[in-house]
């Protein structure tokens, strides 16, 4: 299950870079549901990092700033110091 948390996070990324953020919306909700199941921290803190970064572009700010709170609480308590890091800067 791993190579798929991995694998719909790149996908995620693909459709996030061309602007399609519904679409890369709906890769980082798989992502961050099997990142759930499996426990993996450090994948769950970042599928909701790159949702919320989805969500801001949508213009739904109050998702995107419940899931950047998400995000950093996730990271935090998974010592993943990166990409609680890169929530602090992304939420501004």
Do not use: F, P
């Amino acid at each position: 299950l791993q190579i798929e948390v991995t694998t719909y996070g790149n996908l995620g990324v693909a459709y996030s870079e061309l602007a399609r953020h519904e679409k890369a919306s709906s890769y980082y909700r798989k992502q961050l549901k099997l990142a759930r199941e499996i426990e993996d921290k450090n994948s769950e803190a970042l599928a909701l990092s790159n949702l919320a970064i989805c969500c801001a572009a949508l213009r739904k700010y109050d998702e995107a700033e419940s899931l950047y709170a998400d995000s950093l609480a996730v990271s935090h308590s998974a010592g993943d110091v990166m990409t609680e890091n890169q929530v602090l800067v992304n939420w501004g």
